[in-house]
């Protein structure tokens, strides 16, 4: 997963053609650990798509921009549109992960 540390950076990659997948995150939250420990699995079944991080500490406004009240929180992206936001409430096992890109992707 690569990371955006720009507001520049982001709004330049969300202008994709394709879906891309955003995780916010944060340092101190405990659930995007836990995220961690199961996301490799699958960053490798979705690996046809672009997946980025973005903490939203170093970026605040942009969570704000797009209701990132939860973290972890999956953000998919394309043509410059959100197209699907996983709240950090259902994203805490690998299947409500693996079912919210099976419905958007």
């Not at 202008?15 to 891309?20: A, N, V």
């Not at 936001?85 to 693996?98: D, G, Y």
Request: net charge negative; charged share 30%; proline share 4%.
């Amino acid at each position: 997963m690569k990371k955006i540390s720009t507001t520049e950076q982001f709004n330049e990659l969300i202008q994709s053609d394709k879906e891309i997948i955003v995780k916010f995150f944060a340092d101190w939250c405990p659930d995007c650990t836990r995220m961690n420990m199961f996301i490799g699995d699958i960053l490798e079944e979705y690996n046809q798509n672009d997946w980025y991080e973005l903490n939203r500490d170093e970026l605040p406004e942009l969570a704000d921009k797009y209701q990132v009240m939860g973290i972890p929180s999956l953000l998919i992206f394309k043509n410059g549109e959100k197209k699907a936001h996983l709240h950090s409430a259902n994203a805490k096992t690998p299947e409500e992960v693996t079912e919210f890109l099976s419905q958007h992707i």
